[in-house]
């Protein structure tokens, strides 16, 4: 019973930034992991970046990493995808998940966002 809603997408030029949001409701558990993932037109949806729920760890797949950041903030129930230095290839629908399960894999989060279009003009 956890739903996220994703926001902040967007378009814009290369070298710009965006941050996207997704914010959770319901029930949630200190040793959630909140995930981003992202898909391409004619691609599969491949992992983007991690964090714990609680805790200080993150994950970021390699293409990415040095580029995005990612944050939460338990208050708000917020977790954040602060994009910089945007190229055209991150150009994609980006989606947040939930799940206990600290996983690159997509199968592995049950709860997911409507996600967001991003896209990053040359």
């Known amino acids: 019973q956890v739903q996220l809603v994703e926001s902040g997408g967007g378009l814009v030029q290369a070298g710009d930034s965006l941050r996207l949001s997704c914010a959770a409701s319901?029930?949630?558990?200190?040793?959630?992991?909140i995930a981003w993932f992202r898909q391409a037109p004619g691609k599969e949806r491949e992992f983007v970046a991690a964090?714990?729920?609680?805790?200080?760890?993150?994950y970021y797949a390699d293409s990415v990493k040095g580029r995005f950041t990612i944050s939460r903030d338990n208050a708000k129930n917020t977790v954040y995808l602060q994009m910089n230095s945007l190229k055209p290839e991150d150009t994609a629908v980006y989606y947040c998940?939930?799940?206990?399960?600290?996983?690159?894999?997509?199968?592995?989060?049950?709860?997911w966002g409507q996600g967001t279009q991003v896209t990053v003009s040359s």
């Open positions: 319901g029930r949630t558990f200190s040793s959630y992991t």
């Open positions: 998940a939930a799940g206990l399960s600290g996983s690159g894999y997509h199968r592995a989060y049950p709860y």
């Open positions: 964090t714990r729920w609680s805790g200080s760890s993150t």
